[in-house]
């Protein structure tokens, strides 16, 4: 989970209207000049053109439809992927004012007053137990591969990790990675749409199937082992761990989209849409490459429930890859 947090288009035009009846009052008050009897008939001058000549040392006003409009600018029609843009927008801003306010210093505190060893002890151990939800999802996707492996690293470390504490698993000889995955990446496997785009307190960036998805994975544990995965004892230490390791695991990446992206709240939707495109994607073994380089501050992803530390990028495919902490 990573912290987590805004729009018109108005467009005024025209000529004032005293301006256009003083033009045609001195058109009014102006006699036409003689013209010679042996000079061609002269073209006819313009209402614009008379009420300059009648107005000594002040410029011609140009014909109302002429003058310049008045543009007020804003962010302007929403996409259909983001037809809540106004709300999400506001709920951006509202959660990068808390994350600068709060969670930010906690995030810093807990990293210098927390040893490494310990906070990547935590880390894994949350991590650890995402894992059956991984294996469950790379069976109901038809990788029976990769659930054993899966299934082979939780067993890894649950036993010789301490309870996962420690991520043996990952070294030699074992040489089994964390690999991400859950309910949004089956839904998206078997075609499901994301839907509209939200930005969420607590959650980030999601659409309507990821958030589904994510719904799920959270309800597994509590409902398949009950205590203590469903008591607010351990909830909301858990919460809180995740939060704070995502939170220094991004930290540099954050900084950077805010002092250069000119529309950070635009920069944060695009990447997470491509993002979770290109997970999706290669799911089916097709592999794309991203247009969008800088990541933005995201919350948790459906694929990566809880960190593992040190925390890893959320999926093989290119994306956001926190530092290790």
Do not use: C, W
Not at 28 to 33: F, I, L, M, S, Y
Not at 68 to 92: C, E, H, M, W, Y
Not at 99 to 104: E, G, H, P, T, W
Not at 247 to 276: C, F, H, K, N, V
Request: no cysteine.
């Amino acid at each position: 989970m990573i912290v987590p947090a805004l729009i018109s288009v108005a467009l005024l035009a025209g000529a004032p209207t005293d301006a256009a009846q003083s033009v045609i009052a001195s058109v009014q008050e102006t006699p036409a000049p003689a013209q010679p009897t042996t000079a061609p008939p002269a073209a006819p001058e313009t209402s614009g053109a008379r009420s300059a000549a009648t107005q000594e040392g002040q410029p011609a006003q140009p014909p109302a439809e002429e003058q310049d409009s008045i543009v007020v600018t804003g962010r302007g029609s929403p996409p259909p992927t983001d037809p809540l843009q106004d709300i999400n927008a506001k709920t951006f801003k509202v959660t990068q004012d808390v994350d600068k306010a709060v969670v930010a210093p906690v995030a810093d505190v807990y990293e210098n007053g927390i040893p490494r060893p310990i906070r990547r002890g935590l880390g894994n151990f949350l991590s650890n137990l995402t894992e059956p939800v991984v294996f469950l999802n790379y069976l109901l996707q038809l990788k029976p591969g990769k659930a054993t492996e899966t299934l082979g690293r939780f067993t890894v470390n649950t036993t010789i990790g301490i309870a996962g504490l420690l991520d043996v698993a990952k070294k030699k000889p074992f040489n089994l990675p964390y690999r991400p995955n859950g309910f949004a990446n089956t839904f998206g496997y078997y075609g499901i749409k994301p839907g509209p785009y939200f930005y969420l307190p607590l959650i980030g960036p999601t659409t309507l199937r990821d958030l589904t998805g994510t719904l799920i994975d959270k309800m597994v544990l509590p409902i398949a082992v009950g205590s203590p995965f469903n008591k607010p004892a351990y909830a909301i230490p858990a919460v809180v761990i995740s939060t704070l390791n995502d939170r220094i695991g991004i930290d540099t990446e954050l900084r950077r989209m805010r002092a250069e992206s000119s529309d950070p709240y635009a920069t944060t939707r695009e990447y997470y849409l491509e993002r979770r495109h290109i997970e999706i994607e290669a799911l089916h073994g097709r592999h794309i490459a991203p247009t969008l380089s800088s990541p933005p501050p995201v919350q948790q992803t459906p694929a990566r429930q809880a960190p593992e530390a040190p925390l890893a990028p959320t999926t093989p495919a290119p994306g956001l890859t926190p530092q290790q902490n």
